[in-house]
């Protein structure tokens, strides 16, 4: 287990990354040798053979591990590294991996429909879980709940696709992960909290992926798994890299039973989640649309019945902190108290916007009624004459 205390984590990136930079520049001096003329055609043929075939990840993540053992003993053989260790020829193999797979990383990345989907919909659900998904909801102890930490380990994984190589995407991950480890361990030494292995780290590395909800994730994920060098998917990188897909698993498939909270709560946040982002993004109320269809083909119906009312009044009681009191929130609350104040606004908004136009379309059926402030109902002609009489009577 990595003993590096969170802070160090910090710098991570940075210390890692920089001989990455060294091997892949070097790699790039010895190819501009002459000697390396026949390395050099044999790495562009590779490239540009893979335009003449249509995408396919699996077949394409084969013939890219086939070629890296091949040109592994081609580098062992040529008079560029004669006599060089074990370590100096996986420093130039990480430098050719890096340089083939930047190349074609706009063909491998994302390359299938499939994979785009999957990377749509895993990020749309995140962001409907991070509107109420708390650290409680996965039975994350309170000791281990440390924002600092977790922020750190986000950002981590946020910075993964921003990267082409297969091995600066993996070194992101496990960048997060020795974060969420430290902390693991930093609580089993200061707190005397009994550490549960996957059972303590997997949890917390779920909800670190659902506050960062990283770009792409599926595709990252698929990306590493079949073009990172498969010598180098072994102890630690592969326990990283397994959870993480894990973690996405669970994400994936996760419902009310896959969390400590009521399935009725989870679905109403879910619910008024969606609602929320329906209005963020301008997408039309299907009641508002309906009335505005009948109102196109003569038939106006009721102006605004009370089940819609209900409808739209009912998301209110989903805010989490309806109920909380001033000293109950902390720190770590105030982003999602502002994200939930910014979608009240909206609703807000975008509701007055729909009863003005309404009212200015069809001001007799569709306005508020005097001192009583409830929705009138249209005009029916039986029961304005009842009440002339009635008034006739009274005067």
Request: negative net charge; proline residues 6%; charged residues 25%.
């Amino acid at each position: 287990m990595d003993t590096t205390p969170p802070s160090a984590s910090a710098s991570a990136s940075s210390s890692l990354a920089s001989p990455t930079s060294m091997e892949f520049y070097d790699f790039l001096d010895r190819m501009r040798n002459p000697a390396s003329l026949d390395l050099v055609r044999s790495i562009k043929s590779f490239i540009v053979s893979f335009s003449f075939y249509p995408p396919n990840p699996e077949n394409d993540g084969k013939k890219v591990q086939d070629f890296f053992m091949t040109m592994e003993g081609a580098l062992r053989d040529h008079p560029l590294w004669a006599g060089a260790s074990d370590n100096e020829i996986d420093c130039a193999m990480e430098g050719l991996e890096k340089y083939v797979m930047t190349k074609l990383f706009s063909r491998t990345f994302a390359c299938s429909p499939e994979d785009t989907k999957v990377d749509r919909e895993i990020a749309e659900k995140i962001s409907l879980l991070q509107t109420f998904l708390r650290p409680e909801h996965l039975d994350i102890p309170a000791v281990l709940r440390n924002e600092a930490s977790w922020l750190l380990a986000e950002k981590e994984l946020q910075k993964m696709n921003s990267f082409k190589a297969p091995r600066e995407k993996l070194l992101c991950i496990m960048n997060c992960c020795r974060v969420i480890n430290n902390l693991l361990l930093n609580a089993s030494m200061s707190e005397n909290h009994v550490l549960a292995g996957a059972d303590d780290f997997l949890p917390v590395l779920i909800y670190v992926t659902i506050k960062a909800n990283p770009p792409e994730l599926h595709s990252n994920l698929k990306f590493i798994q079949l073009y990172r060098r498969q010598a180098k998917l072994v102890s630690e990188a592969a326990y990283y890299l397994t959870n993480l897909i894990s973690a996405k698993s669970f994400i994936a498939d996760l419902n009310a039973r896959s969390l400590s909270i009521n399935e009725i709560e989870f679905e109403e946040n879910m619910q008024a989640a969606r609602g929320a982002n329906k209005l963020a993004h301008n997408e039309p109320d299907p009641a508002v649309e309906e009335m505005a269809a009948r109102r196109r083909q003569g038939n106006p119906g009721p102006s605004f019945t009370m089940n819609d009312k209900e409808r739209i009044m009912k998301g209110r009681s989903t805010y989490p902190f309806m109920e909380a009191k001033a000293g109950e929130l902390t720190v770590g609350d105030v982003e999602r108290l502002l994200s939930i104040y910014k979608d009240v606004v909206d609703k807000f908004t975008h509701l007055s916007e729909a009863f003005r136009q309404l009212s200015l379309s069809k001001p007799e059926f569709h306005h508020l009624g005097g001192t009583g402030g409830s929705f009138a109902q249209p005009p029916q002609p039986s029961l304005r004459k009842d009440k002339e009489s009635i008034d006739g009577r009274g005067e």
